[in-house]
């Protein structure tokens, strides 16, 4: 069984850059999958942060970016601030229909 | 603005069912894909379901296969889950959730969600 893979945890310093990735546990992440990222605050719902691998959501500031990078989906957050802490889970949509979340990334800004 | 409210949500004993509603506004509803997407207490999301703009196609997740049916009302701009013999590990937040296009696509919206509890 196929799983998206992604880190646990990272740490950012304030105004740093970081950079979460999403991948395959069995192949590459293609744009074909329209990788995506969403936001979640703990116990509010998840926020689209980026879709269709590089384009921006709505009302979401540029330091927010997406791209593929190698064979993974990747998130850059570049000058992090505190309220970037929080957790972050990427998705990727399926040509078979099936949709899979990733893990999670639980990200601190310190 | 889109708008996606959850309703039917509650307490049900194992084995049992519920029917959750999602109501859609702010949005074109016939011209999207559909998602339900759940999140246990502590843990990921995790996808559950979509259904296609039209209601002719239907996709789940391996461990709802047989229990869980996702259905839509265009005329009533409304999504529904049902939940059959439901287990103690369906506890979850259910999201409903909207698509960016008519079939598979990336979730673009998201409702507030809504509280499953299966417990004795």
């Known amino acids: 069984q196929t799983v998206v893979t992604q880190e646990p945890s990272f740490s950012v310093s304030p105004g740093g850059t970081v950079t979460l990735t999403c991948g395959l546990s069995s192949g590459s992440v293609s744009t074909t999958y329209s990788p995506s990222w969403y936001q979640q605050i703990p116990g509010q719902a998840p926020r689209t942060l980026i879709y269709?691998?590089?384009t921006r959501s709505s009302g979401v500031p540029h330091r927010f970016s997406g791209s593929i990078l190698g064979n993974k989906a990747a998130l850059t957050i570049t000058g992090a601030q505190a309220d970037d802490e929080c957790d972050y889970y990427c998705a990727l949509f399926m040509e078979s229909g099936i949709s899979m979340f990733g893990g999670g990334t639980k990200l601190t800004v310190l | 603005q889109v708008q996606l409210v959850e309703s039917g949500g509650g307490v049900v004993q194992p084995g049992g069912s519920l029917r959750l509603s999602c109501a859609a506004s702010g949005f074109t509803f016939r011209s999207h894909a559909m998602h339900w997407v759940r999140q246990a207490p502590g843990k990921g999301l995790d996808w559950v379901a979509v259904?296609?703009?039209?209601?002719?196609?239907?996709y789940y997740t391996d461990s709802v296969k047989g229990r869980f049916t996702i259905s839509r009302d265009n005329a009533k701009n409304t999504l529904f889950l049902q939940m059959n013999s439901l287990r103690a590990e369906d506890t979850a937040v259910y999201y409903c959730a909207r698509d960016y296009g008519l079939r598979r696509g990336p979730i673009i919206y998201w409702g507030q969600g809504i509280l499953v509890t299966v417990s004795s």
């Open positions: 269709n691998t590089d």
């Open positions: 259904i296609w703009y039209d209601g002719s196609n239907k």
